[in-house]
């Protein structure tokens, strides 16, 4: 005998893709338990465990990120604008270090209220309380140079022969000096003055960079991060 036929339900043109997940979760669903009934007797020889197109696929985390996400974040502490703390930052990130920022709010002129940064500022155990500031762990580093440092010795990015951290210790003082001119002009209530004289003196300053640099990809000599240059 025939059977009745088995009717077939209609489906609306405008069905939330929810309905399509649910009915993906079933499918899986009847996959699985096809492989559980495989398990128990065997798959055949040279064919795939039913039910194995069914599961899904887990992504893994790459392994910089995974182990980035297991170490104790540094905490980088500074007023909420670039400042000197901005050099920081993108060493930081170069080196793809994990860090936090503590950020402290100075006043409105004229008042520059502090107070959000003198309330904590000696009761953070630094050797000499000022910003910038990072806490690596039991390592507490003040002066921005020296944060800087801290950070490129994580890295071996202080050079490895005696010439080359001759180079990075030269730089890294007269990077300063430029610096420290330009803030100078930057601040002085004569800005309008003194900018004409700056400008007109610099590419000679930038010059004597390029001399130093030379013929070496980086000023610290062949290689970065322990890599050659190419």
Not at 54 to 60: A, I, L, Q, Y
Request: charged share 30%; glycine share 10%.
């Amino acid at each position: 005998m025939r059977g009745r036929p088995r009717l077939r339900a209609r489906s609306s043109p405008a069905e939330p893709p929810v309905a399509e997940a649910g009915r993906g979760e079933a499918q899986a669903g009847r996959g699985g338990a096809q492989a559980g009934s495989g398990a128990q007797s065997g798959p055949a020889p040279g064919r795939p465990t039913p039910g194995r197109t069914c599961s899904p696929v887990r992504s893994r985390p790459h392994r910089k990120t995974a182990k980035r996400s297991l170490t104790m974040a540094m905490i980088l502490g500074y007023w909420d604008i670039r400042g000197l703390a901005h050099t920081i930052r993108l060493l930081l990130e170069y080196t793809d270090s994990h860090y936090e920022e503590k950020k402290y709010t100075m006043g409105d002129a004229p008042d520059y209220d502090r107070s959000q940064w003198l309330n904590e500022k000696f009761k953070l155990g630094l050797d000499f309380p000022n910003l910038p500031y990072l806490i690596d762990g039991a390592h507490k580093v003040t002066q921005s140079n020296a944060i800087l440092r801290y950070i490129a010795r994580k890295h071996n990015l202080c050079g490895e022969t005696e010439e080359e951290k001759i180079h990075v210790d030269i730089l890294e003082n007269q990077a300063m000096d430029t610096s420290n001119e330009l803030a100078r002009v930057c601040y002085s209530p004569d800005f309008e003055k003194l900018r004409p004289g700056y400008l007109e003196e610099l590419p000679d300053k930038l010059k004597l960079y390029s001399q130093f640099l030379g013929k070496r990809p980086w000023f610290a000599g062949e290689k970065v991060r322990g890599r050659l240059w190419g």
